[in-house]
C-alpha cells in the first residue's frame, strides 16, 4: 500500500481544550515523514494519537479516523496497533534491566517463549539498530550503564524487536549530543528503506538532512505538507515560510 | 582599579548601636542557634545512648543460653524467653502471611488502576486515618471480631489476625510511595510496546519498586515485633508454658490445631516482668530488652541496608 | 488481519487481566473492612454500655470508678490524664523537634546530617515498652532526686519520655516542610542581606508552617494514642488533675489494665473499655483528619 497511513479530519481534545484542528495527511510507506512546527503546536499530540498513546490521558478524545491499512485505529486492538506501530521517546527510556532484557521484553509480553528465537530476534534488532557491535559482550550489563545516544539506540532497538511496520519518534534526538545525534540520523537513513516513519522534530537542518516529505504544524493546524526539498526551497504557505526562515519559532 | 573615587567606606563601629543591632547581633544569634540546633540533635542521640547503656548494663548479664531457651518461671533466675521468642516468630510469620498480600494488593490497585472518584478518596483518606489510629484499639477491634464474634478465643490465629491489621495500612502506605517513585517514562516505554497494564505493572513497575516495597515492609513487621498493647487487649496469655506451634505436623499433612492456642511473645513477656516488683525480674526484661534490640535493629539494618543499595543503583539516567 | 486464534487469545487475556484488577481493587476495599470493623465493634459496645449509663454521667462525672463498689463513670479523669502526659510530651517533642529539623534541613553539614537522620529512625524504632521500662526504671527514680516529692507512679516521667519518643515525628515530618520549601525563596530573602537565621525564621518557615503545624498534629495523636509507657510508668489510678507529680491513668493505660485482668465478657465494666476505646478512637480520628488535610495542602502548594 503507498500510503498505509491515512489521517481524516482528525480532531483532538483535552477536556475542553482542543489541541488539533481538523488534520488531513496521508503517510507514505517506507519513507520518513518529518512533523515540524514551534512548541505547543500539537505535534507530540499528533503523533501520539498514531499509536494511541493520548489514550492514557483521562481527558483525551479525537474525532474524525485514523485508517491504517484501511481499518480504523481507534477501532482496532490497541496491543495489536502498539506492536505494528512502534514509537521511540524524546528522552531515552530504557528499562532498568539488563541490555538484552530491554530489547526481549517486547517479545515475551506478545507470547514468545523460546529462549533460542528471543536471542535470535535480540542480536538481529541490535544489529538493526547498529548497536550490536558495541554491547554484544556485555548483554546482560545493566541498560543504564550506556552513553545516552547508545540509550537511544538501544531503544530503537527494542522497537524493531517486535516487527513492526511503522515507527513513531518524538523528537528522538533532541536530548542526545551531536556525534550520537550524527550517528542515529544516519542510522534513519538506513532503516527507511524497509520502514515507514514518521518524527517530530523541532530541528529544521535535521529535517532537511533525513525526511522525505515534511509537514508543518501551527497551532493545532496541518498548514503545509510536501516533500522535504520543495517545502525548505519553495512553501506554499507564507506562514511555512516565515517560520523556515526563522521570523518566528 | 579606578581611581576616579573610590566607595565611600561605611562606618561600621562597633561600638556605635546601629551596628551593634544591624550587623552584629543578627550574626550572634544565627552563631548561637547553630549551636543550639546542634546540642538539639545530640540530645536525641544521647537519651538513646544513655537509654542503651543503662539496659545493657542492667540485662547483659542475665543474658546466657538458659535464659533464652527456659520457659517463664515464678523464680527470677529460671524464668527464660523460649516460649516468648518462639511466639513473636510464628506470629510475625502468621502475620505477614496475611497481611501481606492484601496490603501489596491494595497498593498496586491505589496507584495503578485507580481512577480519580470519590470512591477512591475516600479509600485514601481511610487509609491514612488507619495508619494513626492508636495501636490498642486495634486490640479492641481484635477482641470484639476475632476472639469473640469468630470464637477464634485467644489464639495465635487471633493474634495474627489483629496485628494484621495493624500492618496492613503502613504497608499500603509505604508501598505506594515505592510504586510512586518510579518514572512515569518507564510505564509509557512498556505500552508504547503493545503490553497491557498487568503486563507492565507486573514485569516493570512491580520489580522496580520491589526494594522499597521490601524496605517498607521491613519497617513495619519490626515495629509489630514490638507491639504488645493490642495484644493484650486480646488477652495473649503472659504464662505460656509450651512452645506455641507444637504438633504442627503431627496429622497428615498439616495440623492446624496448635493455631488456634494460646501464645506469648516477647514484649508481652517483657512487659510481665517490668509489672513484678523483684528486682530480679527487673534484669530478667532488662535482658529480654536486649533480645528484642537485637531483633529489632537488624531488621532494620537490613532495611536501611536496602534503602541505601537500590539508591545506589537506581539512577534513573 | 487478525485470525480467529489470536482475537481468542487476547479476549481471554483481557477476561484474566479484568478479573487481576478487580481482585486487586477487592483488596484496597479491605482497608474500609477494617475501619468498618473497628466502628461496629466499638459502636456495639458502647451503645450497650449507654443503655446503662448515661451519656451526661460519662461526659461530666469527675470520677472514674467502674470496677469499684461504688462505681462512677466519668470519663473526665481518664481524659484529664492523657490529656496532662500528652502536654509534657509535647512540650518536650515540639522544641526539640522542630529545632532539631531547623537544624537538620538548614544548618548541617552533610556529613552532620548523614549520621544525624539515621539516629532519628533508631529513635523511632524503639519498641515503646522499651521507653516504658527506661521511665520506670531510669528517669522517675532520677527525677526523684531533684523533686522528693514525686511519687513513684507519675505522669512527668512518662510524659518526658514520650516527648522524646515523638520527636522523630516532629523532626522529620517538619523537616521535609522546610525542605519543600524552593530555593527561590530562600534566595530571594539572602539577596536582601539577611542572615541564616533571619532567612529561616521569616521566610521558610511561614513557607513551611502548614507541614510544620501538621507534624504537631500527628505528634499529639501519636501521643494520645500510646499505651505502654503510660501503663507501665503512670500508674492505674484515675485522677482529675493537673499535678504530674502523681499516679494518674490515661484512657489507654485504662483499657490495657481491664484486658489484663479477669472482667467478663458482656458485663458492664466489659463494655466501658470499648465506651473509652470510641472516644480515643474520635479523638485520634479528628486530629488525624486535621493533619492529613494540613500535609496535603502543604504538598498541593510546593509540588
Not at chain 3, 487481566?17 to 476495599?29: D, T, V, Y
Not at chain 3, 504530674?244 to 490495657?256: F, G, K, M, S, W
Request: proline share 5%.
Amino acid at each position: 500500500m503507498a500510503f498505509p497511513l491515512q489521517i481524516r479530519a482528525l480532531s483532538a481534545f483535552y477536556g475542553r481544550k482542543q489541541s488539533l484542528y481538523r488534520v488531513q495527511m496521508d503517510i507514505a510507506e517506507k519513507s520518513v515523514t518529518a512533523v515540524i512546527g514551534p512548541s505547543g503546536c500539537g505535534k507530540s499530540t499528533f503523533i501520539r494519537c498514531i499509536n494511541r498513546m493520548n489514550d492514557l490521558v483521562p481527558t483525551f478524545r479525537i474525532e474524525g479516523t485514523l485508517l491504517y491499512h484501511g481499518v480504523d485505529i481507534y477501532q482496532s486492538d490497541v496491543t495489536d496497533i502498539r506492536r505494528r506501530i512502534g514509537m521511540v521517546f524524546q528522552k531515552p527510556n530504557p528499562f532498568p534491566k539488563s541490555i538484552h532484557e530491554n530489547v526481549a521484553y517486547g517479545l515475551r509480553i506478545h507470547g514468545v517463549k523460546n529462549k533460542k528465537e528471543i536471542d535470535q530476534t535480540v542480536e538481529t534488532s541490535l544489529k538493526k539498530a547498529a548497536l550490536w557491535e558495541e554491547v554484544k559482550d556485555r548483554l546482560s550489563q545493566s541498560a543504564l550503564s550506556l552513553s545516552g545516544g547508545q540509550q537511544q539506540r538501544l531503544c530503537i532497538a527494542r522497537a524493531l524487536a517486535v516487527e513492526p511496520e511503522m515507527l513513531l519518534l518524538d523528537e528522538p534526538t533532541s536530548a542526545i549530543d551531536p556525534i550520537a545525534t550524527a550517528r542515529i540520523e544516519e542510522l534513519l537513513r538506513e532503516l527507511k528503506k524497509n520502514y515507514t516513519i514518521v518524527m517530530v522534530t523541532h530541528n529544521m537542518q535535521q529535517a532537511a538532512r533525513v525526511s522525505d516529505t515534511t509537514g508543518f504544524f501551527l497551532m493545532g493546524e496541518l498548514v503545509e505538507t510536501g516533500p522535504t526539498s520543495q517545502m525548505f526551497t519553495n512553501p506554499s504557505d507564507q506562514r511555512t515560510e516565515d517560520y523556515i526562515t526563522g521570523r518566528f519559532g | 582599579m579606578s581611581s576616579s573615587g573610590d566607595l565611600p567606606k561605611p562606618r561600621l563601629d562597633p561600638m556605635h548601636a546601629k551596628t551593634l543591632r544591624r550587623h552584629i547581633l543578627p550574626r550572634l544569634k544565627d552563631r548561637l542557634f547553630a549551636m543550639v540546633g546542634l546540642s538539639a540533635t545530640l540530645l536525641s542521640l544521647l537519651v538513646l545512648a544513655v537509654l542503651f547503656m543503662d539496659v545493657l548494663g542492667d540485662g547483659l548479664s542475665r543474658l546466657n543460653w538458659q535464659f533464652i531457651t527456659s520457659y517463664p518461671s515464678r523464680k527470677p533466675d529460671q524464668a527464660g524467653i523460649l516460649a516468648a521468642w518462639v511466639g513473636t516468630g510464628w506470629l510475625m510469620g502468621l502475620t505477614g502471611l496475611i497481611a501481606l498480600p492484601i496490603a501489596i494488593a491494595a497498593a498496586l490497585y491505589m496507584e495503578e488502576y485507580a481512577k480519580k472518584n470519590i470512591l477512591t478518596d475516600f479509600i485514601e483518606i481511610t487509609v491514612a486515618n488507619l495508619a494513626g489510629v492508636p495501636s490498642i484499639i486495634y486490640g479492641l477491634l481484635g477482641l470484639g471480631l476475632f476472639v469473640r464474634w469468630m470464637n477464634l478465643g485467644r489464639s495465635l490465629l487471633a493474634g495474627a489476625m489483629t496485628l494484621s491489621l495493624l500492618v496492613i495500612p503502613a504497608v499500603i502506605l509505604s508501598s505506594r510511595e515505592a510504586l510512586r517513585a518510579v518514572p512515569n517514562s518507564i510505564r509509557e516505554a512498556s505500552y508504547a510496546m503493545g503490553a497491557s497494564q498487568w503486563q507492565t505493572v507486573r514485569y516493570q513497575v512491580f520489580p522496580a519498586a520491589t526494594p522499597g516495597i521490601l524496605t517498607g515492609i521491613i519497617l513495619a513487621m519490626s515495629r509489630a515485633i514490638g507491639e504488645t498493647a493490642p495484644l493484650m487487649a486480646i488477652g495473649a496469655l503472659t504464662y505460656v508454658g509450651f512452645l506455641p506451634g507444637r504438633g504442627l505436623f503431627s496429622r497428615f499433612p498439616i495440623n492446624f490445631d496448635c493455631l488456634l492456642e494460646p501464645f506469648s511473645t516477647l514484649p508481652i513477656q517483657i512487659f510481665n516482668w517490668v509489672s513484678r516488683p523483684q528486682k530480679a525480674f527487673s534484669v530478667n526484661a532488662a535482658a529480654g530488652i536486649l533480645v528484642l534490640f537485637l531483633i529489632t535493629f537488624m531488621m532494620n539494618g537490613m532495611a536501611v541496608y536496602l534503602r541505601y543499595r537500590h539508591q545506589k543503583r537506581s539512577r534513573w539516567s | 488481519m487478525l485470525n480467529r486464534a489470536a482475537h481468542r487469545k487476547r479476549f481471554l487475556q483481557r477476561v484474566y487481566e479484568g478479573l487481576i484488577e478487580r481482585a486487586l481493587f477487592g483488596c484496597a476495599l479491605f482497608s474500609v473492612l477494617i475501619t468498618g470493623g473497628v466502628l461496629s465493634v466499638l459502636l456495639f459496645e458502647t451503645l450497650g454500655f449507654f443503655k446503662e449509663v448515661s451519656l451526661i454521667a460519662f461526659l461530666t462525672d469527675t470520677q472514674w470508678t467502674p470496677l469499684f463498689f461504688e462505681k462512677h463513670f466519668g470519663i473526665l479523669p481518664l481524659l484529664s490524664g492523657t490529656f496532662l502526659v500528652t502536654a509534657i510530651a509535647l512540650s518536650v517533642a515540639l522544641p526539640i523537634g522542630l529545632v532539631s529539623a531547623i537544624y537538620i534541613s538548614e544548618y548541617a553539614s552533610d556529613p552532620i546530617r548523614i549520621f544525624v537522620k539515621p539516629t532519628l529512625e533508631i529513635l523511632a524504632a524503639v519498641p515503646t515498652i522499651v521507653y516504658g521500662y527506661f521511665a520506670l526504671t531510669v528517669v522517675t527514680p532520677q527525677l526523684q532526686r531533684f523533686i522528693p516529692s514525686l511519687s513513684g507512679f507519675n505522669a512527668l516521667s512518662p510524659g518526658i519520655v514520650m516527648g522524646i519518643m515523638i520527636v522523630p515525628i516532629i523532626a522529620s515530618l517538619s523537616e521535609d516542610a522546610l525542605h519543600a520549601v524552593p530555593i527561590g525563596l530562600r534566595e530571594g530573602g539572602y539577596a536582601l542581606g539577611a542572615t541564616r537565621l533571619q532567612v529561616v525564621l521569616r521566610v521558610v518557615l511561614p513557607a513551611a508552617i502548614s507541614g510544620v503545624v501538621a507534624s504537631f498534629i500527628l505528634g499529639v495523636s501519636r501521643a494520645v494514642g500510646e499505651t505502654m509507657i503510660v501503663t507501665i510508668a503512670a500508674g492505674l489510678q484515675p485522677r482529675l488533675t493537673l499535678n504530674p507529680l502523681v499516679p494518674i491513668e490515661t484512657a489507654t493505660a485504662y483499657i490495657a489494665q481491664v484486658s489484663m485482668g479477669d472482667t467478663p465478657h458482656g458485663t458492664l465494666a466489659y463494655r466501658t473499655i470499648f465506651a473509652v476505646g470510641t472516644s480515643l478512637f474520635l479523638l485520634t480520628f479528628v486530629l488525624n483528619i486535621m493533619g492529613f488535610l494540613l500535609r496535603k495542602r502543604f504538598r498541593n502548594l510546593y509540588e
